[in-house]
Each structure stands twice: as C-alpha cells, then as structure tokens.
C-alpha cells in the first residue's frame, strides 16, 4: 500500500529530476553563451561539445541525491530540508564535473574546459528548477491519487501508546489516499474505537475496511492471532506493529549467532568508521571556527572585564558522553556567584543575576563561543545533544524515560532539538524524543544541516541548558 506508492513517487521524482537537470543546463547555456549579458572572451563553445558534460551532470547528481536519501519519501523531513540539500547537492556536483573535465582535457581526452561562470550561473537555476519541479511533481501526485486510486481505509487495533502513534503516523501519509477509520479496543469503548477486537468482521464490512494494522502487546498473543486469521478470511491487508518499539533502547539490528536471529536492542549508528569521520570533522571545523573568533573572542573579553567584577571565563560541570563529567567553559554572563542562594536551576528569561553585557552575549549566544575549545579537547562535538548538569541529570534519569541515552553520544554546542526551537526551558520530554531521534539517524548530511539550520536562524547554541 503505502511502500508502492512511495515507490511510484519515488520514480516521479527521479524522472523531474533529471528533466530539471536538463532544463537548468540548458538554460544556464544560453544565458552564458547566448544571451549577450556575459561577455565570452573565448568564444562560443560549440554546443556538441558541452553536451557531453549533461550526462556526468545527471549521473552525479542523482546519485548523490540517491546516497543522501533524497529518493526516501520521508515525514519528517521539510521543504527547508529538501531546499538545503538540493543546493548542497548541487554545489558539489559542480565541483566535481569542473575537477572531472579539467582532469580529462589536462590528458586531451576532451579539447575544452567548462566554463567556471557557466557551473556558477548552473548551481542557482539547478536549485530552483528541481525543486520548482518537485514541488510540482508532489502537487500532481497527491491529486492524481485521491482522484483515480481511491482511498485505503484503514482500521488499527489496538488502543495503546503505539497504536495511538500508528495512527498519527498514518493520518500524515493523506496525500497517499490513507484513511485512519478507527479503532479496535478490548472493550470497544473509546474515541475513534468501533468495537471490539471479537467485532472485526463486522466493522470491516460495515466500514468498507482495506487494511488492518495490529498493534497490540505480545501478552495478547491469542487476540492477535485470531486477527490475523479473520484479516485474512476477509481478504483485506493485514499489518503486524510489534511492541519491540516499546522495548528497544536505541535502534535494533538483526544479527545471527550461529544460525539463530537476534535483535540488538542497543544499536546506534555512531559508531566504527562514523565515528571517525565525525570526530575528525569536529577537530578541523572547531580549530577554523576557533581561529575566525579569536578576535571577536578578544573583544567580549575586554567587555566583560571592564563592565563587572569577576572572571571572564565560566566553567561549569556538565555531564558527557559515557556519562563522564567534564567542565563547560562559556564567558560570565551573570553577577560573581550568582548560584550562591539559589544552586542549580535554569536561568528564567527575566533572570535578575544576568549583566547587561551578558543579556547581549545571550541574545546572540556568543557566550557559548569558549566551548569550540571542548570540542578540540574532544569533550564535546560541534552538534549533538546539549550537555546538562550532573545535579539535573541525577533528578531527570529517574523522572524520564530514556533520559540518559543522549549520554552515547558527545555532547553539542547545537543540535537537533535547538534548530527545532526546543530551547532553554522547553519541554524537556520533547527535547529528549529530538535527541534520540538525533542518534538514531546521525548521518554527516544531518549534521550539515543542523549547522545550516542553526546559521540561518542564528542559534549557534542552547544559551540555558
């Protein structure tokens, strides 16, 4: 149901994408060399010849929008997502046709080099015309289905925690032609619940059900059983939702132990060879962004120093990953020992203790600037979950569940719950469920875009947690 239908608008995408792609060329070629608006002191190239770049350009391009994940039809993901990652992607795939070409004439396989103003001028129509065609192809699909394919209506049982969230899922996936019609309970009580789990045939039929999804507990092992054997006597989609989601830690992966399956409960994706790559990425990023604000650095420091008394730096215990307690270091926004009568709790936006210069500092984050040197020391990483007190963690690990899984990854000077607007005191259960999210699909694309999400809003770091 809903796999071939993302299927089939996985491949309406592909299909604009790479009309998109030959359009943008197109166009880019004209206005280069055609136009009159750009001088061409070489010449016009004749256009035989930069055809041959059109399929590198297509093959690149979707293939790194294939190995980013831009062909996987996912709810979370936002416009502002597939914006950043079509220019990224796009950016990238210039480079690589200039590095390819100029490598292919430097050997005389090819006698031109493309034009360093065309893939300028090709990188913001490229960006805009896929994702003008995106948004056309998804406009066209999601009428075309509600008209011509009907709607699949669906019956959940179950009325639990992951039946409740199936169903949320589900009612996203609209566009698809999804309908949740309702519930099946134990009691047949309850919103949206049309009967019992022993009323299935006759809610099937009288709501003209297609697909059921089971969702209930493995301690009702005998009601799902006989579900799936009326599904399947009633000839409509059964689905299975097993409870493992309310027993699994991170993420489960299948292993096999002399022939015999297991499921690892406490996989993460961090890990191995990902871990590297992210640890080398915070060294080299932080030791650049650390140069750039040395200077600005400076300057707060002189400010701080000649507005009030006490120390220009501020550490502070946090705990990090492993649970390991290292010190935060940020510049002095409050009054000297302003914990002294109230101990650790979080700074309320009217906060009395916060100094002018550091209300400033706030505002901007830039208190947090100091900590670029704990992620060179390695106690931190430029994005991950933000590290909180040992005295808070010690209350919340006992209050929240899976409270203490973002401690298996580095803490972040930002991350995915702050580009989200989950700041200071938000909720913190909801900030949790962003983080495990966080560490559950980290990738390097992830982390690209949290950092161009934090630019782009200006929130370089929680400035209360």
């Known amino acids: ?57 297509i093959v690149v391009q979707v293939f790194y929008f294939s190995y980013m994940g831009y062909y996987r039809i996912k709810l979370r993901r936002n416009r502002l997502d597939d914006l950043f990652l079509v220019f990224f992607n796009t950016v990238l795939s210039a480079i690589v046709i200039l590095l390819l070409f100029s490598y292919l004439r430097s050997y ?14 090709y990188i913001p129509f490229s960006v805009l015309i896929i994702f003008g065609f995106r948004l056309a192809v998804f406009s066209a699909f999601k009428k075309t289905f509600l008209k011509n394919n009907g709607i699949s209506r669906v019956l959940i049982a179950g009325t639990g925690d992951i039946a409740k969230m199936m169903g949320g899922n589900l009612a ?32 099937v039929k009288e709501h003209g059900i297609t697909d059921i999804f089971i969702a209930l507990s493995m301690k009702n092992f005998s009601t799902i059983t006989k579900l799936i054997e009326e599904g399947n006597n009633l000839l409509i989609d059964v689905k299975l939702v097993p409870d493992i989601v309310h027993m699994s830690s991170l993420g489960s992966g299948m292993e096999h132990i002399e022939g015999l399956p297991v499921i690892n409960l406490g996989d993460i994706r961090l890990n191995g060879w990902r871990l590297f790559l992210k640890n080398s990425f915070d060294l080299i990023f932080g ?41 935060i270091i940020k510049f002095r926004t409050m009054i000297q020992d302003a914990e002294k009568n109230t101990g650790a709790i979080w700074s309320p936006p009217d906060d009395n203790r916060v100094t002018k210069i550091g209300k400033v500092l706030r505002k901007f984050s830039l208190d947090e600037l ?21 005295e808070l963690v010690e209350k919340f690990k006992d209050e929240i569940p899976k409270y203490m899984l973002r401690h298996t990854v580095k803490p972040g000077m930002t991350g995915w719950a702050q580009v989200h607007g989950l700041r ?36 370089f770091i929680d400035v209360n947690s």
Do not use: C
Request: hydrophobic share 45%; net charge positive; glycine share 8%.
């Open 1 to 57: 149901m809903i796999k071939k239908r993302r299927e089939q608008l996985t491949y309406f995408y592909l299909l604009s994408d790479i009309l998109a792609i030959v359009a943008s060329f197109a166009l880019t070629f004209f206005l280069r060399f055609y136009s009159g608006f750009i001088s061409v002191p070489k010449g016009v190239p004749h256009y035989g010849k930069y055809f041959l770049v059109l399929p590198f350009l």
């Open 108 to 121: 005389e396989h090819v006698d031109f080099q493309v034009s360093h103003i065309f893939l300028i001028l």
């Open 172 to 203: 996203r996936y609209n566009h698809f032609g999804i309908d949740v019609v309702g519930y099946l309970s134990d009691d047949g009580t309850g919103e949206m619940v049309l009967g019992k789990y022993s009323d299935v045939k006759k809610v």
């Open 287 to 327: 030791l650049v962004a650390l140069i750039i604000a040395i200077i600005p650095m400076i300057g707060i420091s002189i400010l701080i120093k000649i507005s009030s008394k006490g120390p220009v730096l501020y550490t502070q215990s946090r705990v990090g990953v492993s649970g390991k307690v290292f010190n």
């Open 370 to 390: 100091p900590q670029l040197i704990n992620v060179i020391k390695g106690e931190m990483s430029l994005i991950g979950p933000r590290p909180e007190r040992p």
């Open 424 to 459: 200071g005191n938000t909720p913190l259960n909801k900030r949790i469920e962003f983080d495990i999210f966080y560490i559950q699909n980290w990738s390097m694309k992830i982390d690209f875009e949290i950092l161009w999400r934090t630019v782009l809003k200006f929130q």
